[in-house]
């Protein structure tokens, strides 16, 4: 089982002043410093010239501190980049990721700039080829070169790209292309998370199985965290099925009887997953009381 970290939601913050500034003080798992769509070209220098004395400065708590980057394919990523690596954030997301060597690339580029080892990747589906090439994309996870540890669906971006029309059911193309981008993710043991739009609610994404989800404000953060929290019964079973698997005479065994079924190993692994999830939110929330 990796690291696990929680990513109940992901609040994007402009790379402005005063929304830097703000940041400090916003209740997220992770805070997204955005260089890319928040910012007009105009603001692009400006606001890549900000973000590097705020991030040394530090000062936010407990939450992931993630930037996300201009795309390579602008006159504005390769900049971006070396911006980064200089100051180190825990990760960089990155834009339009259609396939493994995108990541390799940034990857390179990362290590070429002098980003330290921590600093990891999250990379974002928001194109049909990049849902398309999501397997091979997330297989990625096992180069250490691509830093990979997150995957991000951008529903806004995938609607516009497959041409969608505005009143579009969400039961259509959409949902498919949600779907492949999840089964990538838990195939290599990746947290997803959903950045909704205007497409569907962070009700819906954690129905869906999604891990979390990108917000736009501190309101929305909020009922990310609770929407995406471990459910109370589903913890209280999980700790009963691993308590069942560590007694004496259950030890070395496939399965247990619990509750009058037979539960298998596999099982107590995905219980332990939910345990250890609940403890790190629980740290975290213990961490940003004391920040």
Do not use: Y
């Not at 992931?64 to 960089?92: H, K, M, Q």
């Not at 009887?257 to 939110?281: K, M, N, Q, Y």
């Amino acid at each position: 089982m990796t690291d696990i970290r929680p990513r109940r939601s992901a609040l994007l913050v402009p790379a402005a002043a005063t929304a830097l500034a703000a940041a400090r003080s916003e209740p997220a798992d992770a805070l997204i410093l955005d260089l890319a769509d928040s910012l007009p070209p105009a603001d692009k220098e400006a606001g890549r010239a900000r973000l590097a004395p705020c991030l040394r400065e530090g000062g936010f708590a407990a939450a992931e501190v993630v930037v996300r980057v201009n795309g390579l394919d602008t006159p504005w990523g390769e900049a971006d980049l070396a911006a980064v690596a200089e100051v180190g954030p825990d990760a960089v997301l990155v834009p339009r990721v259609e396939e493994p060597e995108d990541l390799a690339g940034i990857g390179s580029r990362l290590r070429r700039f002098g980003a330290p080892e921590r600093t990891r990747i999250w990379a974002c589906l928001d194109t049909p080829l990049g849902i398309l090439s999501a397997e091979a994309v997330a297989s990625a996870v096992r180069d250490v070169d691509a830093r990979l540890a997150c995957l991000v669906v951008d529903a806004g971006a995938l609607a516009r790209e497959g041409r969608l029309p505005p009143g579009a059911p969400e039961a259509g193309p959409l949902l498919v292309w949600l779907a492949t981008a999840l089964a990538a993710a838990r195939a290599h043991d990746l947290d997803i998370l959903l950045d909704p739009a205007d497409r569907l609610d962070i009700g819906r994404a954690r129905g869906l199985g999604f891990d979390g989800a990108v917000v736009t404000a501190p309101a929305g953060a909020r009922r990310a965290e609770a929407a995406f929290a471990p459910d109370p019964e589903a913890l209280a079973a999980a700790r009963a099925l691993l308590s069942a698997f560590e007694a004496p005479e259950s030890r070395g065994q496939a399965g247990v009887a619990h509750f009058g079924r037979t539960a298998l190993r596999r099982e107590a692994d995905e219980a332990r997953r939910l345990v250890a999830l609940a403890e790190a939110v629980a740290a975290r929330a213990g961490a940003a009381r004391g920040a």
